[in-house]
């Protein structure tokens, strides 16, 4: 995760766009974390990488196994 000042994303807003595109970008307010900016695609990992190491804790599958049926999920394969 890339950590950024408010001020500094204010004068530099198109590069915390275009790093949100690939990374979970925190903006900070004297020191503390106030929003977080991240891509539709990043945002879709992080909910994917969340859901395969609650399985994995819950006994169900393993990180790459929930990794394959979810993607086969998203193919239309059943």
């Known amino acids: 995760m890339f950590s950024i000042s408010a001020s500094e994303a204010q004068k530099a807003f198109p590069s915390v766009i275009e790093r949100s595109q690939q990374e979970i970008v925190s903006v900070t307010c004297r020191g503390r974390s106030i929003m977080l900016?991240?891509?539709?695609r990043v945002f879709q990992d992080?909910?994917?990488?969340?859901?395969?190491?609650?399985?994995?804790?819950?006994g169900m599958l393993s990180v790459t196994e929930t990794?394959?049926?979810l993607d086969r999920y998203r193919n239309g394969e059943q």
């Not at 900016?37 to 539709?40: F, G, H, L, N, V």
């Not at 992080?46 to 819950?58: G, I, S, T």
């Open 46 to 58: 992080y909910v994917d990488a969340q859901l395969a190491l609650d399985a994995k804790n819950n």
């Open 37 to 40: 900016a991240m891509s539709p």
């Open 67 to 69: 990794k394959v049926s």
